[in-house]
DNA sequence: CTCGTTTATGTTATCGATAACACACCCTGT
DNA sequence: ACAGGGTGTGTTATCGATAACATAAACGAG
């Protein structure tokens, strides 16, 4: 925390290697032709000042500020942050620099929020799910930059897709169950309409059960996003109190899951042999715990990685129109299940 | 996507408005002296032609990004998640915006990081622990900004410090396994150096036990961090067939923690009955799990938010010299050590 | 009725890097 | 010997917003 004078330039640099600061700046950025030795003289001299590169200079010139903007619903979550490590990571390489906000479920922090990412002008624009107010589809049907939706398959989308169906994994799940004998199915998950995949979970446990011929009645609201294991627990016990013929749960994520499972070991409940529970996301507490827990893995990395890939195609003119990247998740079946 | 012919700019809105664009510049930042009338008829221009203000040209004339640059080791870790959460609340009523980065536990990699966020010339920086490179240092103490070393005491501090003392934390632990009548006490961990906070709690261990005239060579590597679940359940395998006779156990993390209970529970040893288990962190698996894991809860969210306060503090010049907000852990004994 | 003050707005220069263009020098081949 | 091309470096103008300064209009007090 010493306090120089005045943070020094490239200006200051460029005097004190004896060339001009035009030489300083593409000594920096390694491609250009300045020769070996010139090159070492700038960065030795530039070292010595304590000079550090400006990049809001740079980017208000040239007009590329090498940001990726990225939303995500919460950071607090093992599915999302593993999807912007896969981002982050394909990423980097190209010298991409993530700038996140996260909208805590919410589509009109949402908005605020991409209007405030849209003002440092990145390169591209990674949002989580396909709901948007009419607003923040307009700022980013004019942002003129790569616009990405991921985590969903949305009916119609404002430009490129990576995702999968929460609704069609949710049916394979049901499928599952079935296929097991089971037919008193329940779905534990968020009831508000504010997480809008946890949503899409609800209503395609609704329409795959009845396509089974099946009651889809059996749905426990365990509150607001993001819900937590906790929550899943509560849950659990009501609807053990009030439909204890329940055969099989399905909840809208792994975290909810496990602490379903939890409660039915206080109750001294079977898991599996009174219950069968699944979950969605394959958190790590699904491998782990014990019984492990039957899930559904929708490849958060995967999603990640395929959309920097993505953006990084668009950028070098090697992708014209939209893409849609179907990720297709897996059913990880285990003996919470069977 | 729709590509406009160019981005607009303030001269763009200020032209549809009839007014200059330094009229629209006051207009964007409402504290400013416009009359209603004409904000009212600047913001209309501006949405009508859909202009999103420029914070790039804003942040190389006014010499104010309004960026504060946070590095962490992981994003896929709650702790760090919720320090993050405080940091991001306590900015945003300012306006400040977190530029992220996250150094995979690698102090060289951080040094990358550092001076990469310094390029955008961030207002404040926040890091984590009290280990850097040389060269790390230099940067720091040279930036000019406020900088901030979390979940750490360091001995030498670079400036502000808001942290807590991870070895006293884990004395904290063995006095009460010892209380409690242990006396062949392990510590399941990172052997590696690369998770500074977890060696500094390994070393704690070590400190402690001696004080209290015990073995402290009961130490489980558990390979590089971040530790998981998966490699808490391998360590606590390998510890059990070594050994057997250990009376109580201490996790690097309630993640690891957790790992180790399940792996009792796979192979029939009773947790609380045969061994006692305790982690780090008070994540929210601790409290669910059956049984309920004793923790140490290091109030991670009010980390940030007292960072988040001291660097609002030190910007607006109420907090002129160096501080360093002491933060006490708080020991959560639940079943898993009764 | 005039002057001082407040309110609302305009003008000019500038933040620091770099795109675009220019050019001197050296090398190679015919 | 000279055209032609590559290599290494310099000059000038510019990105878009805003700090600093200037000023016109409105208003109240003496």
Known sequence: MTQPRK??????????????????????????????????????AAEGIGYVFDSTASSLRSQRTDFVAVTIPSINNANFAETLRGLSEGLKARG??????????????????????????????????????????????????????????????????????????????????????????????????????????????????RAQGLDASRLIDAGAPPISMREGADAMGRLLDWLPDTQAVICVSDLSAFGALTECQRRGVAVPGDIWIAGFGDYEIAEVSVPALTTINP????????????????????????????IRPELMIRQSSK
């Open 7 to 44: 943070t020094p330039t490239m200006a200051d640099v460029a005097r004190i290697a004896g060339v001009s600061p035009m030489t300083v700046s593409r000594a920096f950025k390694r491609d250009s032709s300045v020769s070996e030795a010139t090159r070492d003289a700038i960065l030795q």
């Open 96 to 209: 991409l620099q993530i700038l996140l906000g996260y909208t805590d479920y919410d589509i009109h922090e949402e908005e605020r929020l991409v209007e405030q990412l849209l003002r440092r002008r990145p390169e591209a624009i990674v949002v989580t799910g396909g709901k948007h107010t009419p607003r923040t589809r307009r700022l980013l049907d004019s942002a003129g930059i790569p616009v990405i939706e991921t985590w969903d398959l949305p009916a119609d989308p404002i430009g490129h897709v990576v995702g999968f169906s929460n609704a069609e994994a949710v049916r394979g799940m049901i499928d599952h169950f079935v296929a097991q004998g089971a037919q008193r199915i329940a779905f534990i998950g968020g009831d508000a309409d504010r997480d809008t995949r946890g949503t899409d979970r609800r209503e395609g446990f609704v329409a795959a059960m």
């Open 299 to 326: 490849f958060p990395r995967e999603i990640g990685a395929r959309a920097a890939a993505l953006i990084l195609d668009v950028l070098d003119g090697r992708q014209a129109g939209p893409a849609t990247v179907a």
